[in-house]
């Protein structure tokens, strides 16, 4: 059964750095495209990072040079470190798959649950 599942969210002050992973299974996770999404209340989700499956990598202009996305093949696992964080960046984190990388959110398939940041000014 295909699982992606979060995890590393937390509370943490402005400034401050976390990471989260996306553990996946159960889909050929190497042919897939990896992004990072978040949603804030009220606030539609938004992309925050993507991965394609040569490691190149593409940011939200709002975490550009804060947050970095990577992968590790061998493990199944997506990450984001975060770095200098701020308050707007609170918001629940959810990974997902997709087949094409850049692309509508709606055409990714495989979503997780996601997991919760909350920044502290």
């Known amino acids: 059964q295909v699982q992606l599942v979060e995890s590393g969210g937390g509370s943490v002050q402005a400034g401050g750095s976390l990471r989260l992973s996306c553990a996946a299974s159960?889909?050929?996770?190497?042919?897939?495209?990896m992004g990072w999404f978040r949603q804030a209340p009220g606030r539609e989700r938004e992309r925050v990072a993507l991965i394609d499956t040569y490691d190149n990598s593409n940011y939200a202009d709002s975490v550009k040079g804060r947050f970095t996305i990577s992968r590790n093949n061998t493990k199944n696992t997506l990450y984001l470190q975060m770095n200098s964080l701020k308050p707007e960046d609170t918001a629940m984190y959810y990974c997902a798959a997709g087949q094409i990388c850049y692309t509508s959110q709606r055409l990714y398939k495989y979503w997780g649950q996601g997991t919760q940041v909350t920044v502290s000014s």
């Open positions: 159960g889909f050929t996770y190497n042919y897939y495209c």
